[in-house]
């Protein structure tokens, strides 16, 4: 059996670091972090998100707030929103309070540096970045922002992840009128003496939350939620294979900065009326991508079998390489394995079929649309 | 029949000049659920330490080590149909596959149980 590099770096820790390991997590570093993979297994986990509700800590991620010179108040939000529009392709000035977007930070040639959910949250707007790259973020953020916009690192709060189809009627159990947010909204709750900022929104595929909450309330909030039946804990394991099943890109493998927005098959996050118009980092190369099409593209395989391909496999199409798989597993609800991949645009099309080389072995893959497992977003009753 | 493990936590049983390899309770649980094993093919030489198979969990693809040198005589068909069989029946109906005892000496280096159990507790 082959071990996994050790890293010498030291860990921090998570604000419930001693409620998972009492709950029989298996930490394990990543971003900086020791963090939870799994406690059942990634199998279970990944089946109890799609058929009842787990609790993700996400606490590695950044929580940002940005506001202009008029400070905390709605028009040092706009302030803000205005000055991030320079960094990212979204439209964030028409963003109305408790109003959502997923947006990617991008270099100047149109590469992508990371990608965030970007809230209005009423006094400031709220950025939640990746954790293996929020320092490069706020760095990023400091440099290219005017002096006048106030950053500020949320770095005392926590941040649970309440997934799966019941979680909207645990959380209104336990926060009355949560469940009246709609997806790709947020807003500010009181529970339990303490403020919680609440976004419906998440990494699976299914309806859910995001919680902000200050580290010193984490643990109270985290005992009430798995205290109902309907929530048990996952890990970052199935958190992996659930995004993977929704579509949804994780950065650092299926966008970097060696990959762009198209490509990416996240041209949506390019807001029509700055397409044109640009006045962001990047817009130039980005509109040429547009304009030109790109010569690869993001797609989803589905294998034949069940040997998965991992991220790096090289895709074929007969004996010509069309592409490289970026993230791969094999998926507990679907029960084989799939992939994302970047391959040549004339291989790209829903049903063409391609193989995948794994150690010398070739799998049949089927180009096919994503999500894998449809999303089950909650869009108003 | 004795059984000896490796520092890479692959178990051997040998039962005169034909052994049973397969990985340990403690292997399948870091490893978390198997989906998929890649058994190496009756008649492939085997080098002692070197690649024998690949065990796919959810997240990961890991290397299986041939605990000793010597020839494959069989995989275990069982883990085509039921790959979990790893994880439910590691150190029994979960083995991985057959080989020949090339060099007897070399089992020499191996620990037994107790060894192994301390080297565990150890990690």
Same mark, same amino acid.
């Given at each position: 059996?082959?071990?996994?590099?050790?890293?010498?770096?030291?860990?921090?820790?998570?604000?419930?670091?001693?409620?998972?390991?009492?709950?029989?997590?298996?930490?394990?570093?990543?971003?900086?972090?020791?963090?939870?993979?799994?406690?059942?297994?990634?199998?279970?986990?990944?089946?109890?998100?799609?058929?009842?509700?787990?609790?993700?800590?996400?606490?590695?991620?950044?929580?940002?707030?940005?506001?202009?010179?008029?400070?905390?108040?709605?028009?040092?939000?706009?302030?803000?929103?205005?000055?991030?529009?320079?960094?990212?392709?979204?439209?964030?000035?028409?963003?109305?309070?408790?109003?959502?977007?997923?947006?990617?930070?991008?270099?100047?040639?149109?590469?992508?540096?990371?990608?965030?959910?970007?809230?209005?949250?009423?006094?400031?707007?709220?950025?939640?970045?990746?954790?293996?790259? $929020?320092?490069?973020?706020?760095?990023?953020?400091?440099?290219?922002?005017?002096?006048?916009?106030?950053?500020?690192?949320?770095?005392?709060?926590?941040?649970?992840?309440?997934?799966?189809?019941?979680?909207?009627?645990?959380?209104?159990?336990?926060?009355?009128?949560?469940?009246?947010?709609?997806?790709?909204?947020?807003?500010?709750?009181?529970?339990?003496?303490?403020?919680?900022?609440?976004?419906?929104?998440?990494?699976?595929?299914?309806?859910?939350?995001?919680?902000?909450?200050?580290?010193?309330?984490?643990?109270?909030?985290?005992?009430?939620?798995?205290?109902?039946?309907?929530?048990?804990?996952?890990?970052?394991?199935?958190?992996?294979?659930?995004?993977?099943?929704?579509?949804?890109?994780?950065?650092?493998?299926?966008?970097?900065?060696?990959?762009?927005?198209?490509?990416?098959?996240?041209?949506?996050?390019?807001?029509?009326?700055?397409?044109?118009?640009?006045?962001?980092?990047?817009?130039?190369?980005?509109?040429?991508?547009?304009?030109?099409?790109?010569?690869?593209?993001?797609?989803?395989?589905?294998?034949?079998?069940?040997?998965?391909?991992?991220?790096?496999?090289?895709?074929?199409?007969?004996?010509?390489?069309?592409?490289?798989?970026?993230?791969?597993?094999?998926?507990?609800?679907?029960?084989?394995?799939?992939?994302?991949?970047?391959?040549?645009?004339?291989?790209?099309?829903?049903?063409?079929?391609?193989?995948?080389?794994?150690?010398?072995?070739?799998?049949?893959?089927?180009?096919?649309?994503?999500?894998?497992?449809?999303?089950?977003?909650?869009?108003?009753? | 029949?004795?059984?000896?493990?490796?520092?890479?936590?692959?178990?051997?049983?040998?039962?005169?000049?034909?052994?049973?390899?397969?990985?340990?309770?403690?292997?399948?649980?870091?490893?978390?659920?198997?989906?998929?094993?890649?058994?190496?093919?009756?008649?492939?030489?085997?080098? $002692?330490?070197?690649?024998?198979?690949?065990?796919?969990?959810?997240?990961?693809?890991?290397?299986?080590?041939?605990?000793?040198?010597?020839?494959?005589?069989?995989?275990?068909?069982?883990?085509?149909?039921?790959?979990?069989?790893?994880?439910?029946?590691?150190?029994?109906?979960?083995?991985?596959? $057959?080989?020949?005892?090339?060099?007897?000496?070399?089992?020499?280096?191996?620990?037994?149980?107790?060894?192994?159990?301390?080297?565990?507790?150890?990690?």
């Amino acid at each position: 059996m082959s071990d996994e590099p050790s890293e010498d770096i030291p860990l921090v820790k998570l604000p419930l670091d001693s409620w998972h390991r009492a709950r029989g997590a298996r930490m394990v570093p990543f971003a900086g972090y020791e963090m939870p993979i799994q406690y059942e297994g990634i199998v279970a986990e990944n089946n109890w998100t799609r058929s009842s509700a787990s609790l993700f800590d996400v606490s590695h991620m950044g929580q940002l707030g940005l506001t202009g010179p008029s400070g905390d108040c709605e028009a040092g939000a706009a302030e803000a929103a205005e000055a991030l529009e320079a960094l990212l392709p979204g439209l964030i000035t028409s963003l109305k309070t408790g109003r959502m977007r997923y947006s990617m930070l991008l270099d100047e040639n149109g590469g992508i540096l990371d990608d965030l959910m970007v809230t209005n949250a009423g006094p400031r707007i709220a950025l939640v970045v990746n954790g293996a790259v $929020k320092w490069d973020d706020i760095a990023h953020l400091r440099e290219h922002l005017p002096d006048e916009i106030n950053l500020h690192h949320f770095d005392d709060f926590a941040l649970l992840a309440l997934q799966g189809p019941k979680a909207g009627e645990v959380l209104e159990m336990l926060v009355p009128s949560t469940g009246a947010l709609t997806f790709m909204t947020a807003d500010l709750f009181e529970w339990g003496g303490t403020h919680l900022w609440v976004s419906r929104a998440g990494y699976t595929g299914e309806d859910g939350f995001e919680i902000a909450v200050h580290a010193d309330h984490v643990e109270a909030l985290a005992d009430a939620l798995v205290a109902d039946e309907r929530v048990k804990p996952a890990g970052l394991g199935a958190r992996d294979s659930l995004r993977l099943e929704a579509g949804l890109p994780l950065y650092g493998h299926d966008i970097t900065t060696e990959t762009d927005p198209v490509s990416a098959d996240l041209t949506f996050a390019l807001s029509k009326k700055r397409r044109e118009a640009g006045g962001y980092m990047g817009h130039g190369p980005v509109a040429t991508v547009l304009e030109q099409g790109a010569t690869k593209v993001r797609v989803g395989l589905i294998l034949e079998g069940r040997m998965p391909a991992r991220e790096g496999a090289e895709v074929y199409a007969g004996d010509e390489k069309v592409g490289v798989v970026t993230s791969g597993g094999f998926s507990p609800t679907l029960g084989k394995p799939i992939a994302m991949a970047y391959v040549d645009m004339s291989h790209a099309e829903t049903g063409a079929a391609l193989e995948c080389e794994v150690r010398t072995k070739r799998l049949p893959a089927t180009v096919s649309p994503m999500p894998f497992v449809p999303h089950r977003y909650f869009r108003g009753s | 029949m004795p059984r000896y493990f490796t520092d890479e936590h692959e178990w051997i049983d040998v039962e005169d000049d034909e052994a049973t390899v397969g990985i340990t309770d403690y292997a399948q649980e870091q490893l978390g659920d198997i989906v998929f094993v890649e058994l190496p093919e009756a008649g492939t030489a085997l080098d $002692k330490g070197g690649d024998a198979a690949v065990v796919e969990s959810v997240k990961a693809a890991s290397d299986v080590y041939a605990p000793i040198s010597g020839e494959v005589t069989e995989g275990n068909g069982a883990l085509e149909e039921e790959p979990a069989l790893v994880n439910s029946s590691p150190e029994e109906d979960g083995w991985f596959f $057959k080989m020949t005892v090339g060099d007897a000496s070399e089992l020499e280096g191996l620990m037994d149980e107790a060894a192994y159990k301390e080297f565990v507790e150890g990690l």
